[in-house]
T-cell receptor, first 111, second 113 residues
């Protein structure tokens, strides 16, 4: 069956360190993958998109990698800050405009 | 530019009732998608409308329906509510092209008692 798996446990890190979140998928062949951030009581906010033929994408302190052989994407936040604390969701485009989301990983950055 | 607006923000309904949720997309966006979010299942795709036509549908029973108007505003309806329908219902709009980012509203929190 098709699955998108993200770290089920919360990730707790110290301010200033790099946070690395994982997204693994099975039985999908996505053309691209997206990452979103969600704060409590709010809708997800789009962060980055990476295509299947791109290995890496960067935006300010954010970096995403996409390995279609391993069926994995890694999401990095460098120099993390308490304001980065949120739930981070990865999503794959299944067909048309239907995005399928992982369950999300809670990130807590402590000062 | 105003973001995606969902109304109402909170709803409490009783089992067996029906409910209508509303979504106003970002101006110029022709695609509206609906998602249900629960702690156990995460974000689950309900359906997507593009130019007033349902383009994609998720695996939800027929009690869940939607529509889109000519101004791209969308509504979703849930009939014969069940306790398990309690969730955060999120609407997202986009230009409707492939590779497009979804712009989400802050959702309607539905509680069924």
């Amino acid at each position: 069956s098709q699955k998108i798996e993200q770290n089920s446990e919360a990730l707790n890190i110290q301010e200033g360190k790099t946070a690395t979140l994982t997204c693994n998928y099975t039985n999908y062949s996505p053309a691209y993958l997206q990452w979103y951030r969600q704060d409590p009581g709010r809708g997800p906010v789009f962060l980055l998109l990476i295509r299947e033929n791109e290995k890496e994408k960067r935006k300010e302190r954010l970096k995403v990698t996409f390995d279609t052989t391993l069926k994995q994407s890694l999401f990095h936040i460098t120099a993390s800050q308490p304001a980065d604390s949120a739930t981070y969701l990865c999503a794959l485009m299944e067909y048309g405009n239907k995005l399928v989301f992982g369950a999300g990983t809670i990130l807590r950055v402590k000062s | 530019k105003a973001g995606v607006t969902q109304t109402p923000r909170y709803l409490i309904k009783t089992r067996g009732q029906q409910v209508t949720l509303s979504c106003s997309p970002i101006s110029g966006h022709r695609s509206v998608s609906w998602y249900q979010q629960t702690p156990g299942q995460g974000l689950q795709f309900l359906f997507e409308y593009f130019s007033e036509t349902q383009r994609n549908k998720g695996n939800f029973p027929g009690r869940f329906s939607g529509r889109q108007f000519s101004n791209s505003r969308s509504e979703m309806n849930v009939s014969t509510l069940e306790l398990g329908d309690s969730a955060l219902y999120l609407c997202a709009s986009s230009l409707g092209q492939a590779l497009g980012a979804l712009h989400f509203g802050n959702g309607t929190r539905l509680t069924v008692t």
